[in-house]
């Protein structure tokens, strides 16, 4: 009798305990202080566990007049409804870092700021007539499907970098942002995407800033066609692709608003690249640079704090490559020589039996350091040498023997 009563006792004690944790979680609230950020008063969540399975769950403000809110070393599975039930007329909402998988945009919402999350899914509560959204910044996600976004015609500015799953085939179809007629920045900055195509010639009227910098932009003819529909661009971010040459007379003439574009971690040739510069300057576009002391490793020269491919690199591409040379009206003061710019392509490129290997620099993000090497130096681009040298002197000792049998 003895035991089983301990063990009815034990039962009894451990179906208590969980009662009461249950109780715990199911009445758990959480409030948040008030803090000062710039210009606005936000409402401070910390350190907020929240899962799907979680039910009874309070969040409360200090007063009824809060329209900020924030959350700091949190833990989201989603934003709750109790949230956003507690605060209706939420105008701004920051769940940075918080392992969400899912968001909503509720009506009245007018900026969120949800970087480096696991989002697949953004669940829009909004229409094109009552849309409220200026700003929706969800950099560094798993974002695919954007399709809904379009419903955010007032939108701003949108933010996607990072959002490796982005590309349809490697590629950015600037057509998927049809409708946001009032997005003035749209930043795609590592996101993979290896194309960049706009087949549908769609007009975003009002953009200025647009990155696409930290890409694998191809080495090959960028069509700079593109970017014709966005005569309000003044921004142009390029740096940190693959890019061995560009249009710039018909850049600067589709897009005469263009006040800077960034060019710095690319593998231009050093010769096009002065072109390029000549131009850009007398047209008063700026050419900035970000990281105008970075160490250029072997192979490659630098023109004005960028890194280019040195004339040796270039001519040992040029036998394999098709040469393009920039118009007249780019290159009218320079030399024949100078005028031939080279196009090269990605990977390797064989010069006999010897093949002179590329390795592309690692795209950072968007104006910040590139990417380094073991050293701790900055990486552009390298090409070891090829042993073309010993196919020369072999041939020319077959030669030589040649004649002395003759």
């Not at 989603?78 to 956003?84: D, F, K, V």
Request: charged share 20%.
């Amino acid at each position: 009798m003895i035991p089983q009563t301990c063990c009815q006792l034990v039962a009894l004690m451990f179906g208590t305990v969980l009662l009461l944790v249950s109780s715990t979680v199911a009445d758990q609230t959480f409030e948040c202080a008030i803090e000062k950020r710039e210009d606005e008063s936000v409402c401070m969540f910390r350190n907020v566990v929240y899962t799907t399975s979680m039910t009874g769950i309070t969040f409360k403000a200090p007063n009824a007049k809060v329209q900020h809110v924030a959350f700091e070393d949190s833990t989201l599975d989603r934003i709750p409804a109790e949230l956003l039930n507690a605060f209706p007329n939420l105008r701004s909402l920051s769940v940075p870092n918080a392992n969400l998988s899912s968001v909503v945009i509720p009506a009245k919402l007018e900026r969120l700021y949800a970087s480096d999350n696991q989002i697949s899914q953004v669940i829009v509560h909004q229409t094109r007539d009552t849309t409220t959204m200026l700003e929706l910044i969800l950099d560094s996600n798993r974002l695919h499907d954007i399709s809904n976004l379009t419903r955010l015609a007032k939108l701003e500015i949108l933010s996607l970098s990072g959002n490796r799953e982005l590309p349809i085939d490697d590629t950015i179809e600037l057509g998927r942002f049809k409708g946001m007629d009032g997005l003035r920045h749209l930043l795609l900055s590592d996101v993979g995407a290896h194309h960049l195509e706009n087949e549908q010639e769609v007009s975003l009227p009002a953009l200025e800033l647009l990155d696409l910098s930290s890409n694998n932009l191809p080495p090959s003819y960028l069509s700079v066609k593109v970017f014709a529909p966005f005569k309000s661009l003044q921004i142009l971010r390029l740096a940190y692709n693959q890019l061995r040459e560009l249009d710039v007379l018909q850049l600067t003439k589709n897009n005469p608003q263009l006040k800077q574009i960034y060019l710095e971690g690319n593998e231009f040739p050093c010769k096009l690249l002065t072109l390029m510069l000549k131009h850009f300057k007398k047209e008063g576009i700026e050419t900035p640079v970000a990281n105008p002391n970075v160490r250029c490793l072997l192979g490659f020269d630098k023109e004005q704090g960028l890194c280019c491919m040195a004339d040796s690199m270039t001519q040992r591409y040029a036998g394999t490559v098709t040469p393009r040379t920039p118009p007249a009206s780019l290159a009218t003061s320079e030399s024949p020589a100078e005028n031939t710019a080279v196009r090269t392509g990605a990977g390797s490129a064989e010069l006999g039996t010897s093949t002179v290997s590329t390795t592309t620099m690692a795209a950072p993000t968007a104006g910040g350091p590139p990417a380094k090497t073991d050293d701790g130096h900055s990486m552009a681009s390298m090409a070891p040498l090829g042993n073309s040298w010993l196919l020369a002197g072999l041939a020319a000792v077959v030669l030589t023997l040649m004649k002395l049998n003759y």
